[in-house]
């Protein structure tokens, strides 16, 4: 069982920056990909990044160009650096992870997930 915790969510205007972080209570040593999803209410889960163990990276096209995925293997923490946020990034984002994965921005290919951090970005 991996536990994932995230941190980083906060209230920026548009155009501000935050960066995500997200640590494993585990090792991720089994792990195939891991990946950033987002939720706005009256919504549902949509994957913003991903990042498998070969380096392979996937973005979702609203944030490609402002949204940067990475990893610290080092620290064992996966990161979500989130540029030129606009109102419509406001959500709660979860960080997930899972041993077996096809479509890296898929929520059902995702065994493991965090409580989520809340992102709001006001106009």
């Known amino acids: 069982q991996v536990h994932l915790e995230e941190s980083g969510g906060d209230s920026v205007q548009a155009g501000g920056s935050l960066r995500l972080s997200c640590v494993p209570s585990?090792?991720?040593?089994?792990?195939?990909?891991m990946g950033w999803f987002r939720q706005a209410p009256g919504k549902g889960r949509e994957g913003v990044a991903g990042?498998?163990?070969?380096?392979?990276?996937s973005y979702t096209d609203s944030v490609k160009g402002r949204f940067t995925i990475s990893q610290d293997n080092a620290k064992n923490t996966l990161y979500l650096q989130m540029n030129s946020l606009k109102p419509e990034d406001t959500a709660m984002y979860y960080c997930?992870?899972?041993?077996?994965?096809?479509?890296?921005?898929?929520?059902?290919?995702?065994?493991?997930w965090g409580h989520g951090t809340q992102v709001t970005v006001s106009s």
């Open positions: 997930a992870a899972s041993p077996f994965v096809l479509r890296p921005l898929d929520p059902s290919n995702f065994r493991y």
């Open positions: 990042i498998d163990t070969d380096g392979t990276i």
């Open positions: 585990a090792s991720v040593i089994m792990i195939d990909c």
